[in-house]
Structure formats: structure tokens, C-alpha cells
């Protein structure tokens, strides 16, 4: 069974380019998470989706950054432009809420530079 | 104050040995906490959750004591494979709204 899938793995870019990242969630789930993570901030939550709807956006650093889940198997995160700040490890993750147990599962992460 | 704080270490410990982490939390009304594991350049995955009564998964024990808001992960018989970063996340708000917040992570190394 197919857990997140994340592409690309990894991306270099220069400074001011447009960075497109994806992500296919695990199916039959209804939750999708974009994190960020770097050394000094940790795990940072940047948007939410239920049902391909988005519930919170306040992680969201600035306006460059902007997410999409057009349907229920397919996400994007997309940064416009990109600057050396941005180089992270992004993950996307996927959830079914059932009760009060809410696992979330990772996928892989696109280890993003930007020079 | 961040709203999940650990100690991120590191921890050195050799193989055999019992560590313990701790983890604070500052939304009183959190209701669901996790302990996730997160290997050297891979992505996180959950360990086990936490419940009000404590509870065993072998070598591991998670307790929580809501009224000083406060979560720990006990690790005994520690093994070389037990070397990680180890994620405290806490449900956001009092309802189960699907967000979690993540500590910034304990690293554990064991050595032989």
C-alpha cells in the first residue's frame, strides 16, 4: 500500500525562481498538512486541508508561499520566488480523523536548496 | 512561550541504559498527545500515543500528567537502533480538529 508520495526528493533552484512542490496523500484520507522543517525552527506547520478545503493558513511565512488541493489525491505547495531563506526539507502528510486518534503519516520530503 | 517545549538534547547514552525525556505543553485544553520518532534525514513516524493512564509498548512507557501539563518517554534496555530524534506533539485546541503541533525534537544517541 502506497504511503505519501512526495516529488520532487530533491530540488535546487536559484533565488527568485518558482518553486513547485507536490504531494499525493494516502487515499481515504481527508486531512493534508505541509510542514516546513530546518535546524533552528524545528517541525513548522504551514497550511491544512479537510476534504480539499483549507482550515488554516496561518503558517503560511508570507505571500510568496501558496498552496492548492484541486481534488482529494493531488496537492501543491508552490513558492513564488524563491530566496535562500526558503531552503528546508518540506513534508507533506495525510490523516483520517476517526475519534480522537488522528495519526498522521509523513512522506518522504522535498530537501529544498535555494542559492 | 512555544506551545510544545522539549530539551533537545542530546542525549549520549550507552546501550543498555534507561533515559528518560520530558515534554511541557501550554494549551490546557490539548486532548490527544503522540511521541513520533524521527530518523536522520527520513521523515517523522509516529511512535505511540499518550494516554491519561500511562501506557507500555514494549521498552517504551509514555506517561502524562494533565495538571502540570506535562508528557514524558521512558526508554529502557536502550538499544544502537533506539538512536533518533524523538517529536512531543500535542492536538491544537480542545476539539480534535486534525492539527498537531510538534516539539522541536530530543536527540537520542546510543553507543556501544
Known amino acids: 500500500d502506497a504511503g505519501v508520495i512526495q516529488s520532487p526528493r530533491h530540488e535546487v533552484t536559484e533565488m527568485g525562481q518558482e518553486v513547485t512542490l507536490r504531494c499525493k496523500p494516502i487515499?481515504?484520507?481527508?486531512?493534508l498538512f505541509w510542514y516546513r522543517q530546518t535546524m533552528m525552527r524545528g517541525l513548522e506547520l504551514l497550511i491544512y486541508?479537510?476534504?480539499?478545503?483549507?482550515?488554516?493558513d496561518s503558517g503560511m511565512p508570507e505571500d510568496r508561499f501558496s498552496a492548492k488541493m484541486p481534488n482529494a489525491s493531488f496537492s501543491t505547495l508552490k513558492i513564488q520566488p524563491s530566496e535562500p531563506r526558503d531552503s528546508a526539507v518540506y513534508f507533506c502528510a495525510s490523516s483520517y480523523l476517526s475519534g480522537a486518534y488522528n495519526e498522521q503519516f509523513f512522506g518522504p520530503g522535498t530537501r529544498l536548496t535555494v542559492l | 512561550r512555544k506551545e510544545v517545549e522539549q530539551d533537545p538534547g542530546p542525549f549520549n547514552v550507552p546501550e543498555g541504559a534507561t533515559v528518560a525525556f520530558n515534554c511541557t505543553y501550554s494549551?490546557?485544553?490539548?486532548?490527544?498527545f503522540f511521541w513520533y520518532r524521527q530518523d536522520c534525514r527520513k521523515e517523522p513516524k509516529l511512535l505511540m500515543s499518550?494516554?491519561?493512564s500511562g501506557n507500555e509498548d514494549g521498552r517504551f512507557t509514555a506517561q502524562l500528567n494533565r495538571a502540570s501539563q506535562y508528557i514524558s518517554l521512558l526508554i529502557r534496555d536502550s538499544k544502537l537502533s533506539d538512536s533518533a530524534t524523538y517529536l512531543c506533539v500535542v492536538n491544537y485546541g480542545s476539539g480534535n480538529t486534525g492539527k498537531l503541533i510538534f516539539g522541536q525534537g530530543t536527540t537520542l544517541q546510543v553507543k556501544p
Open positions: 486541508f479537510n476534504n480539499n478545503v483549507p482550515i488554516d
Open positions: 494549551n490546557s485544553a490539548s486532548q490527544s
Open positions: 487515499s481515504g484520507h481527508d486531512y
Open positions: 499518550v494516554y491519561s
